[in-house]
């Protein structure tokens, strides 16, 4: 039985939040709580677009992305897929975010990093730190300089002033990473012998080779991000020493224990919350808002 210690891998966590030099790397679920989408319910928005299209085969989600995508540039309606993609990821509301995020982000990284489209945590940063702009900075765009600054701004200043966005940002749709194709632009073939062909390959490898990240909001089951985890594993010789802290919720036992075992191959350190049925049919994910509460007030927040 694999030691699930829930008091340890907090205790690690902790430490590394009091350093100031951990990474935040924040995903789709950290967003669900104020609206926008997850991964299968963005792809069945984009599906109604062309409601012809049907997965009968059933495709991988980036496939079927693929797919969608495909069959709207043969019916010359592409520009339709891009105007939904700003439409679904624009801001809904001044606040674009949740006190939460106010909280996860004044925990004490020295950057931020990002997959999602939207700007939750820009705004976010704004109201928690007082600071009028708070830039978005894109790694799918061409101003590869702006990237540069990013990863030479890292340090123990936790007053963030930047969010970096590696897969793009809503208002420049037709850049962002979301089917395999963009997937296979950005970061090539799943081949761990070429390592270093892409700009998006280079960036996330040193942020994982130099830094402790910490996923949240994260299902960490995208294979082209786990394959720079174990790139940098095999680089470094690392076996399953853990290097970063993934917040993953679990319904069951048996799910803790495979993600427990899972992600302890690839050099991360898993602080688990409980997910709940609601009567809906549901799942209740408030228990990530209370673990990050948690940590706040542990830390003084």
Known sequence: MPDLNDDEAKSQLIHLLKEQKGILMVGAGSSKIVGFPLWPELINELNKLIPSIQNTNNL????????????????????????????????????????????????????????????????????????????SIDLCEDRTYRIFDFLRFLSSNTAHCFVLHLHGIYDKPKKLILNKTDYLKAYGKKDKSIILDTLHRKVIWALLAMHSLVFVGFSMTDPFFLSMLEIVQKDFALDDDPVHFAIMGYEFDIDREYIFNNLKKKGVMPVFYKIFPTPTGGKDHSGLKNLIYELANILGI
Do not use: M, W
Request: with cysteine; aromatic share 10%.
């Open 60 to 135: 991988d989600l980036i496939d079927y992305a693929d797919l969608i995508k495909s069959e709207l540039i043969k019916e010359g309606r592409v520009d339709v897929y891009y105007k939904q993609l700003d439409n679904i990821f624009s801001p809904k509301k001044p606040n674009n975010h949740d006190n939460v995020h106010c909280k996860l982000v004044k925990l004490g990284f020295s950057g931020i990093i990002t997959t999602n489209y939207d700007r939750v945590l820009e705004t976010a940063i704004q109201k928690s730190f007082n600071i009028d702009h708070c830039e």
